[in-house]
């Protein structure tokens, strides 16, 4: 199975319904693996962002919405990793 295809599969039963993905959605994806970004940290932070917002009481309606927190997770991990090295 493909990058792509684990990621969206797995939102969509994260998200407990038929989804549709858009353009958009598969392009963020697609620029995750281009970054070599690790599947297992996408798919450990998708399931943080729903369950955050299940608390809240809000809908994650796009992979677009999932971006900001994969991006930023996995900024602040390779700068932990850089320092770890470092030492």
């Known amino acids: 199975m493909s990058y792509v295809s684990v990621v969206t599969d797995f939102f969509a039963t994260r998200q407990g319904a038929d989804f549709t993905f858009t353009p958009e959605d598969y392009a963020t994806i697609a620029e995750w ?3 070599e970004i690790p599947l297992s940290f996408v798919l450990s932070t998708i399931d943080r962002v729903i369950s955050e917002s299940e608390k809240r009481r809000e809908m994650i309606g796009s ?13 602040d991990w390779l700068r932990d990793s850089e320092t770890a090295s470092s030492c």
């Open 33 to 35: 693996e281009k970054q």
């Open 63 to 75: 992979i677009i919405q999932i971006s900001p927190s994969v991006n930023s997770r996995f900024a």
